[in-house]
């Protein structure tokens, strides 16, 4: 069984910044690619950002810039740091990973997510 947890989400003003961090646990072979997903009200779901386990990245055009998004594979994690938020960055943030565990293959997995609100 895999677990990923999540914290870091708030209530934070425009123009400020926050730290996602996720951790995955459980009977962890290995981690491939991790990312992380946001869901606003009324909107679908969409990808803010994806880190390979080779380290390489990808940005959603509106995020590029302004967030970023690392791992530490020792600690099977991944984090989102978010500056200059926006009142548009409000939303669900939910942690991705796909990982091999030591009893089936490689799944994709998914967080409970994370409250993130940008308001004055």
């Known amino acids: 069984q895999v677990q990923l947890v999540e914290s870091g989400g708030g209530l934070v003003q425009p123009g400020g910044s926050l730290r996602l961090s996720c951790v995955a646990s459980?009977?962890?072979?290995?981690?491939?690619?991790m990312g992380w997903y946001r869901q606003a009200p009324g909107k679908q779901r969409e990808v803010v950002a994806v880190?390979?386990?080779?380290?390489?990245?990808i940005y959603a055009d509106s995020m590029k810039g302004r967030f970023t998004i690392s791992r530490e594979n020792v600690k099977n994690s991944v984090y989102l740091q978010m500056n200059s938020l926006k009142a548009e960055d409000t939303a669900v943030y939910y942690c991705?990973?796909?990982?091999?565990?030591?009893?089936?293959?490689?799944?994709?997995?998914w967080g409970q997510g994370t409250q993130v609100t940008v308001s004055s």
């Open positions: 991705n990973a796909r990982i091999a565990t030591m009893n089936a293959g490689a799944y994709t997995y």
């Open positions: 459980g009977s962890i072979l290995s981690i491939y690619n």
């Open positions: 880190i390979t386990n080779g380290g390489n990245t």
